[in-house]
């Protein structure tokens, strides 16, 4: 179990890999004893960061988890970052950025997506208090993940326009007077996942419903319930 604070890498040109051979950083796999915690900072990956993975890791109250700004070719796995200000930050025309099952929980925003083109599939971004994934412009692209908003001025996607969040086969859920999404362009708040779908024609086959985790409001655990049958 290792707990780090304070100042951690900033990934800049120098410390690119390449098509056959990726940069790793990678955090412990012993999750049973909490694995990588990274407490009050996060990653930044700068202008000409390429092919760099990492994963194994999570964040705690930082400003970011992971800030990616001008790279390409970056993998992000297993990574979770909770109650921070966003958590995952891609701006600055990055481009083949992929987010495989990560988690995005409690903090201002889940994913931030600039000008830029990302991939979220199979993960979690809960409880974000603005939401869940914004996408002014650029894409953001999701598939197979829960992003679910709380609370009043909460939303579970919030768009630039109708084409730059595209999801498709995901749960979303927006409760206690969140909504489930904001178009900025035309200043129109989407209340539910089939008037998100008449808006932007996009997750027709995602479900709205609540995903029923073991204990996501306290421990974060993200897996489902367990039901008792007698």
């Known amino acids: 179990y290792d707990v780090l604070a304070g100042q951690v890498p900033t990934f800049g040109l120098a410390d690119s890999g390449s098509t056959s051979a990726y940069v790793s950083v990678q955090g412990s796999t012993n999750f049973a004893a909490g694995g990588t915690v990274i407490i009050r900072t996060g990653i930044s990956l700068g202008s000409g960061s390429q092919y760099i993975d990492l994963r194994y890791l999570t964040f705690s109250n930082a400003a970011y988890g992971i800030s990616i700004n001008g790279a390409n070719s970056i993998r992000i796995s297993e990574v979770g970052v ?16 992929l987010l495989d099952r990560c988690v995005g929980a409690n903090g201002t925003l889940g994913l931030r997506v600039s000008g830029s083109r990302a991939v979220f599939t199979r993960g979690v971004l809960w409880d974000n208090a603005e939401a869940g994934v914004r996408a002014d412009t650029g894409s953001a692209i999701l598939s197979n993940s829960v992003i679910a908003a709380s609370g009043v001025r909460a939303y579970a996607y919030y768009a630039g326009t109708a084409t730059n969040i595209l999801g498709n086969y995901n749960c979303l859920y927006a409760r206690d007077d969140a909504l489930m999404g904001f178009l900025a362009n035309s200043g129109q708040n989407v209340d539910t996942h089939s008037a998100w779908i008449h808006a932007t024609s996009s997750e027709r086959r995602s479900l709205e419903d609540n995903p029923l985790f073991a204990a996501s409001t306290n421990m974060f655990d993200f897996h489902e319930m367990t039901e008792l049958v007698q």
């Not at 909770?82 to 950025?97: E, M, P, R, Y």
Request: charged letters at 5%; aromatic letters at 12%.
């Open 82 to 97: 909770f109650g921070a200000g966003t958590a995952f930050d891609v701006q600055g025309n990055s481009q083949n950025i």
